[in-house]
């Protein structure tokens, strides 16, 4: 009798031994995550100035492409040519006052090296009597080239010039004038991109008016400099 309780409880103990021993269920293993991304488009570079049009109603600024960067024109606020010219040439200008002349007001002369923009102190009447005149005596700034429309600029060839405006269809005499100064020397005033505009009501006699741009040379030198936009007032 005594023997077996002894044996119940070496059972019981064994059984135990076996429960802990048993293989127990593997927990379930998780899913792995996928971070979503998101993609940013990258922004095109902006186009890179590679020169300037000076022409007789506006200044264009272009890119190597040909690609229009941006078209200002002389009737439009001064400060719109002087931020896009700040923009093309990498640098802001010098500000200094601009005295005038005897038939010109005084104004604030915006200049990169050899490219000015005045703001004339004038009240602005478009298509007559424009606040910004642009004046150029350098072929290039900061690697952008400045040429007028057509092509030409500072250095280049004056008569090449004055013969292809003279020789151009509808071409007027005075588009090529030559005249000496005073101190003898021989100088051509071309008149390029001439762009009529309507005569005011209150001049009779006027046939017509026009903008060009004004390119000053010599027969014996290259084109010096250039002015626009240039009047031409009619008779």
Known sequence: MHSRLRVLPALVAGLLLLVGCAPQAAAPSASPTTTATSSTPTAAPAPVASRVVIGAEKVEVV???????????????TASLVAALTAAFGADPVVSADPGGNETPPGT?????GVAVVEREVEQSEPYNPAT????????ESGVRIEVVGGYAVGD???????EVSGAEGAAPE????????????????????????PAVDEPGVESR???????????????????????WGA
Not at 63 to 76: G, H, K, Q
Not at 210 to 230: K, L, N
């Open 109 to 113: 002369r915006y200049t990169w090296g």
């Open 157 to 163: 060839d004056t008569e090449a010039m004055a013969a």
């Open 63 to 77: 890119a190597e492409d040909d690609t229009l960067i941006t078209s200002v024109r002389y009737f439009d606020p």
């Open 175 to 198: 588009d090529v004038q030559r005249y000496t100064m005073p101190d003898g020397t021989p100088q051509v005033f071309i008149r390029a991109d001439v762009t009529p505009i309507p």
């Open 210 to 232: 026009s903008w060009a741009v004004g390119v000053i040379g010599s027969d014996a030198a290259p084109i010096e400099r250039v002015v626009a936009p240039s009047p031409n």
């Open 133 to 140: 005149v642009v004046f150029v005596e350098s072929a290039e």
